[in-house]
């Protein structure tokens, strides 16, 4: 009966020291910075998807616009439109994504022609770089009808995260250039620190 029982208090203490090291205690949830107010983000030239924008921490991070040069025209749905050429626009999708389809723990750029874009993009030379995780590959999106109408082009940068906290590290300071032909588009992390 001691031995049994002996056996038994082993056994749990070992399941339980097992399983605690699975569950990667180290990881604590760090603090994150409250959204910053959309007019404050306005004043300083940033456009953001949502004035909610870190309410999916930590399986969507959406970046925030840099409207710099003024190229800014208005959300549509989870995409910034933005002016593209002489007299035409585009949208622009830009974040972290935990899961995207089969892709996981992975930066996303998701370009479309919207419903008033007057210039293709199926042509034109795009690159996509992030300035601390490096350049993105550009992959198909899925086949449907709808992405080949807006001439969908997917452009994904996996990254090797110890665990799901550590994407703000990943993306601390990050800035996305998106290169359309000769247009350049700057998308900024959102745990940014207004000066």
Do not use: H
Request: glycine fraction near 4%; charged fraction near 20%.
């Amino acid at each position: 009966m001691i031995r049994t029982l002996a056996t038994f208090l082993i056994l749990v203490l070992y399941l339980s020291c097992s399983s605690s090291s699975k569950l990667n205690i180290s990881a604590v949830r760090p603090e994150i910075s409250p959204e910053i107010p959309i007019t404050k983000l306005s004043e300083k030239g940033i456009a953001v998807i949502n004035p909610n924008y870190k309410n999916n921490y930590y399986s969507l991070m959406p970046y925030l616009f840099w409207n710099g040069d003024g190229n800014f025209n208005t959300i549509q749905g989870d995409f910034y439109n933005v002016k593209y050429g002489n007299n035409s626009n585009i949208n622009i999708m830009t974040g972290f994504w935990r899961d995207y389809g089969v892709y996981k723990n992975t930066l996303v750029v998701l370009i479309a022609l919207s419903n008033s874009s007057s210039e293709p993009i199926n042509n034109i030379p795009i690159s996509v770089q992030s300035s601390k995780n490096g350049e993105f590959n550009k992959r198909k999106p899925r086949y449907n009808d709808y992405n080949k109408l807006q001439q969908r082009v997917l452009f994904i940068n996996e990254l090797e995260l110890a665990n799901e906290y550590s994407i703000l590290e990943k993306l601390e300071d990050d800035i996305i250039t998106v290169k359309i032909g000769e247009q350049i588009y700057e998308f900024i992390n959102p745990e940014l620190e207004l000066k």
